[in-house]
């Protein structure tokens, strides 16, 4: 199974009611592909925060770098004429 498949097949992967091959092929690919292994852990973190009804509460550090990179990049952005 290569990465493309893998990501095609997410979706019934992390569904709990997915094929045990399906999840067998998938989990070894995961354990030899470093990027796919960490695109999935995002993806049920993600899903995980989405489904949760506490308030997640962002670190003062995490937030003073987006918001330096997201000026960063901001700065950066070549400016349009309307």
Known sequence: MDCNEVLEQLAEYLDEDARKDLCRAIEQHLGQCRDCHLYVDSLRKTIVLYQSDRAVEIP???????????????????????
């Open 60 to 82: 003062a550090a995490v937030t003073a770098r987006l918001e330096a990179a997201l000026a960063k990049a901001y700065r950066e952005e070549p400016r349009r004429a309307d």
